[in-house]
């Protein structure tokens, strides 16, 4: 554990991140909206973010089922489909084949006016985590873009109470029983929330899967040999016992390069766990890097090796793995998180060849996240027979090293992304 400025506390152990953050979410509820502030609602008993996680996770899980990963992995074909051929960003290529042919899961039966809505706040998400891009310019651009998603999900909220005698199979759907309880407004919040997961860590773990097979090729073969063993309707059902190599280099991908480096949350409340004290008001940080790269967890921690994987090599690390988010706040999606990521790995080995321009070389920026930077190359359609390319010689990515992530922690301004 180490203080920070400003009674921020950084917490190293994977144990006590669990017990800290566990302590500081079981008692958090939805908040309040502008209504609620009014006193325009009337009294309503508070819903507490539990619920709705159980709610979300169980029809993530739903989600997850063969005939949701078949469309799927034809919406993401689709998009590879229509960008092959001229010269592509590699890194907001692949964020984009991730996040946008996730939205059909968040609210089904969009029109197209609907999804460009969503598709809208996503380039929000992608300008300000991604880009980086916090002008006063793009700043009023992304408030306007928001109010119209916010305006389409409200829209279908109500539409979905009225017809209440019809189901859909989304995200949307989970959480509709709660609108009698906390009110339109904020069931749209929760969605929101939903729809900014969708458009954060999964696009950007794509990005660094694309990077790892340039990098590592000969994973890229292994991949490609184990997805295009199996026809697409075994592929959709995720045999994971048939995709071991797909499975460990997903696996060491996210352990390597984690989505985000440090999340800083407020307590909502005093907390005591083994010996911390956190005061309402105050904040703690927890860093999934530190964790993955920290030798005490991990044999050779910063270097890229899947095999560590393997049953007769895997190591006991105390819970330090945390792909998907701290267990209390982890992604309520990860089924479908971590299903699509596999169809990910098979669209780009068995369906695609992609050829990475070698100048300037691709590199991995560590910064907060990890994201290639100058990973530019052409997409086309994969000819049944063709070799995978071979990788053209590059520079080595940003040294990875598991203490840098503590001083990028006492710098972080917060967590970027609302889970």
Known sequence: MLAFQNDVVGI????LAVKVDKANTDKHTVPDSLIDFLGLRGSRTPVAWREVRALLSEQGGRLAAPEHMRTLYTRMHAYLSQRCGTVQDLSELSWWTISEPLLPLLIG???????????????????????????????????????????TVTRHIKQRSRDKGRTHDDFLQSLLPLAGRIGVDRVAYLVSTVLAGMSGLPGITAASLLYAMHRYPEWRERIQAETTALDLETLYSLPMKDLPCTSRFVKETIRVWPGLFALRRPAWHDIEAEGVTIKKGAAYELSSYYQHHSPEFWDAPDVFDPDRWLPSRRQPNKGAYVPFGFSSRACIGSAVGHAQLILFCALVTRDFDIQVQADPAPWMQLEGFAIPIDFKGVVAPRQVGTPAPRPVPQRDAAPVCPHAAAARMAAAHGDPLTE
């Open 12 to 15: 190293f152990d994977p144990t």
């Open 109 to 151: 039966g969009m029109n197209q006016r609907d999804i460009d809505a969503l598709v809208g706040e996503q380039k929000t998400r992608y300008s300000g985590i991604v880009q980086q891009d916090f002008s006063l310019l793009r700043r009023i651009l992304n408030f306007h873009l928001s109010r119209k998603a916010a305006r």
